[in-house]
């Protein structure tokens, strides 16, 4: 009789050790899975902090510049990681589409959604591309007027984009006459 007990015994503890590996198991896999979101939301909030600090310091560089006439100074920022190129546009120049300059016809043709937001009158004069296109898009500029009244105008050809590397970009901002000459610094 007490071999039976024995074996009842053993079968009990084995049938327990599965439930304990299963349990475990599953315990093991809803830490990972919560962990995963945590990490992924984390990165999510700190890439719109790195964005809402990008526009940021743009904005208030740019509208220092933009009143202090005839002084030069590098501007440095930090992209957000995902930034592929960082595209300023002309609002002052109406019509875009129909200029002459082959740069910014060229320019227009290969960035049909920046076309379209400027053919539109979108007050937006600062686009962020990722790999599949605009991500984000801003306004520099005075936002209390309902006339377009941006802080900087371009150099030349109406645009400037540029590649940002290790997540930075540098601009070359001169004081005007209410606006911020902005080009690439080289």
């Known amino acids: 009789m007490s071999i039976m007990l024995n074996k009842r015994g053993r079968r009990g503890i084995a049938t327990g050790q599965i439930f304990i590996y299963i349990l475990a198991a599953l315990v093991t896999g809803m830490v990972i899975i919560i962990g ?9 909030q700190s890439e719109r902090a790195s964005f809402i600090q990008f ?4 904005s208030s560089q740019v509208k220092s510049m933009a009143s202090d006439y005839g002084s030069v100074t590098k501007i440095e920022l930090t992209t957000p990681s995902w930034t592929r190129k960082v595209c300023f546009v002309d609002l002052l120049l109406n019509n875009p589409s129909t200029t002459t300059n082959s740069n910014l016809h060229n320019f227009l043709n290969a960035n049909k959604l920046i076309n379209s937001s400027w053919d539109a009158g979108v007050k937006a004069n600062v686009f962020l591309l990722d790999k599949d296109g605009i991500r984000e898009q801003l306004y520099i500029g005075d936002k209390d007027s309902n006339e377009i009244k941006p802080y900087f105008n371009l150099s030349s050809n109406h645009f400037l984009c540029i590649k940002p590397l290790n997540s930075r970009i540098t601009l070359r901002a001169e004081g005007g006459n209410g606006l911020a000459i902005l080009s690439e610094w080289t």
């Open 36 to 44: 995963y979101r945590a990490i992924n939301s984390f990165m999510a």
């Open 55 to 58: 526009k940021s310091e743009l």
